[in-house]
């Protein structure tokens, strides 16, 4: 066993991932995507599983300490369950170090949204800003988007074009993919007509929200050998906090995804991200921001990925498939659970082809500067 | 393993070095008097939360003056408040059972303060009642009505005071409250 | 750790800065030498902010650092070094810090109020139902079914109160008599005013470090022996409220890191979670340092006494020390820390002491968190 394969993604499950789910409590989504991803290794949770990490927001819940309403539909009751206040693909570094600690064989990693059930997101939105020095001006965080857009182009030239050939890009790999809720067939134009929310922002550029509930399961060397002849590995894990003080943050680069991928290249022995990955699976939950990302991450040099967009590298086809997807333009966007959507996008895209390695990265959202990566190898 | 090493002292060289403990508490008064900077916001955070479909039912029940619960038939335990799957077992239920409306106080409680910490004009009484019919232990939370505090105790035999059948919609608050049953 | 009182003029934030600055000087390090932070902080609805981890993570030291927040209810304060553990058990991280804080003053016009949040919002809320009922419950059905009167339980309270006497940060430290306690204002029978801890501010930090740097920098390294953590089923009602089972489960996991088959025997002192009285006696049977129902007797007879054979919360617990949430689990581990180094001054217990427990719980009578820490 070497180091880059201590621990494995055994399988994923998920329920929703759709604009609204009338249907099911959020209890009942989570045993929907609960019984997916045990029934696809045959594991019985009361039994065999170890650890139950869960990935919300109380405000996004409308429930105060939410881990209170997580064990049983995970299977979970009385076993070693906690949450954790970050993204799910957070809850998969932390299931990672408990498998590596030693202190658990097999751990679930659960998120779930639903935004369709948030009557107040601009006001729960607005609350995650400083009270005094940020809020009056920032509304629900769209217009620091804005800000933090045109300070990218303009420090790194970046056309409005390249910007929107994301939106084009994403919503249409979108098309195939069953659990995308905005995908569609645009025209570049059609997308830079669309309604300027904040300059130079639109409503095109931005995901909007939808309802998802993601399970993944990890296991350590020998228990996913056992229960699998698939195991996907996770090769190296990242995860970096800039700063909640926007006035501190550099706004023509995403530092924290940097800082982020720095961690898993070295951990994965990866010197050259550039050319290391088959995809890669990051966020565009606002389109610019993949570009930024894509920088950041060190797949483009600073101030190329535009160019790179531009040219169609980046399309599904091409010489760097970013966001194969779809991301959260087609998928819509699932807060916390984003990260373990694109987990469960590149899991499944990993086994389908003859890929070999890809990148998952999240991204908090407005007006967080936090990310995780992680670097998944067959 | 780790190690924890905070607070009070040095590392190495052992000396006692008594670190002051920060914090600037602000009294009541000073709170009261607006002497201290501070900004006030209110929210109102709606939510519409989907029932789904066990509590849904339930509550459907309750509108028709129905307490239900639900079986798993492997651990053969009747369960209430009911849901889709049951926890022990980590299956579906199988069936919907029909519970009465009586039931026996596991705990209760006399509450004098609402929930913002507020004097009540009247004493509450608040229990964990088990439904009969339902598994043993199977309790579900409600108030207690039509009997002085001093005089509720745990084992008491109560049953569901219901609205009229126009006032119920379809919430937990269709019952009004249990009161206790003659003894025979 | 900070001062805990009901209100303080520091943000978060600050809070947050103070403790783990504090944390930090005493182990000589610097914030460049943290590999990563972990923060612990309960319920958002407190301080009205949504992603409060996000906002308090400059205070705790996580600027440009990886960075997480962990939340388990109550059971954070004690959660929140066992993730820090994980992080440097895993090989991750040799320098972690762990940080618990809370700000629970500014929700108008008392924080009670946020906790009508956490109960089901079908099948509960529109019953108008606080926190205090849950307690309330519990506690009735502990006394009914181990035949346990309020007087051993109000005995907790005038232990606790009397030790924070001696605990510089303490809120609310007083020496009462078991009579204050019986005739303090009823809030929800049987729950008295002297019977709860307060709501309050405070952080409180810890830095955890891997065994080859924790030698280099002290002599007297702490380290932790076993973790445990469980969180049991939703449904309270359906769970009979007398014995926490979750906590059993919890604790024997730690045991079993640590090798601990008598517990009773083999922990020395135990800083046990009292946000109400009785839930230290509950806490210690459920922990098996006491047999079901026997805590009472073991406090009448003054075993748990500082001077006593098994000394329980000599630090004031939260009843005397206060409790804001997070950062209330934190000071207690911090508590066995320096009692174990024979730094607690005058809260010291009197028997030599090498091997202590830190526990916290949470949530709808479910969690349990359990750290057990030796020489």
Known sequence: MTLSKQVALVSMGYSGFSTVTPQLSFKEMMFEAANMAYAQVGIDPRAEVDSFICCEEDLLEGISITDEYMPDQLGGAQRALCTISQDGLNGVVQGYMQITSGIADLVVVESHVKFSNVLSKRDVHSLAMDPYLERPFLDDGIPLAALEMRRYMHENGVSEESVAEVVVKNKRNGLKNPRSSY???????????????????RRSYVAQPADACVVAVLASYAKARSITDYPIWIEGVGWFSESSWIGLRDFSRALYAEGASKMAYKMAKIDNPSKAFDFVEIDDSIAFKELQHLEALGIYPQGKAAEATLKGETKEDGSMPVNPSGGSLSLGNLAETTGLARLLEAFETLKKKDYSKALVQSWRGIPTSTATVVVLGV | MGRLDAGWHGCNNGEVKRLKFAGTPIS???????????????????????TGYAIAKFLEGLKAGKILGVKCNRCERILV????FCEKCFRKVDEWVTLRDTGTVNTFSVSYVNNDASRREKPLVVAVIEIHGASPGMGILHVLGEVEPSRVRVGMQVKAVWKPENERVGAITDIAYFKPIEVM | MTLFRHRMLETGKEMAFEAARMALDSAGLERKDVDAVVLGSAPDAFDGFHMKGEQLLDGAGGFRKPYTRVFVGGGTGVFVPIAAWWHVASGLADIVLAVGEEKMSPLQPHPQYAFWTIFDQFLERPLGVTLLWIFALEMRRYMHVYNVSEEDIALVAVKNKANALDHPAAQLPARITVEDVLKSEPICAPVKRLDVSPTSDGAAAVVLASEELARKLTDTPVWITGVGWNVDTTYWTNRDLCY??????????????????????EIDFAEVY????????????????????????????GVTQR???LPINPSGGLLGVGNPIAAAGVMKVAEVFWQLRGEAGKRQVKKPVNRGLAQAWGDLMQVGTVVIMER
Not at chain 3, 244 to 265: D, F, Q
Not at chain 3, 277 to 282: A, R
């Open chain 3, 307 to 309: 001077d006593g054979d």
């Open chain 2, 81 to 84: 408040p009911p849901r889709m």
């Open chain 3, 274 to 301: 009292d946000p109400f009285d009785y839930k230290e006696l509950h806490h210690m049977e459920g922990l098996l340092l006491a047999g079901k129902g026997e805590a009472p007797k073991l406090t009448r007879e």
């Open chain 2, 28 to 50: 009541p008064e000073e709170w009261r008097n607006e002497s201290v900077f501070f900004k006030k916001e209110e929210f109102d955070l709606k939510y519409a939360w989907d």
């Open chain 3, 244 to 265: 926490p089972e979750y906590l059993e489960k919890a604790a024997r996991m730690a045991y079993k890191m640590a090798h601990i088959t008598n517990p009773r025997k």
């Open chain 1, 183 to 201: 995908s569609a067939r645009l025209t570049l134009d059609e997308v830079m007509r669309s309604e300027e929310l904040w300059s130079p922002l």
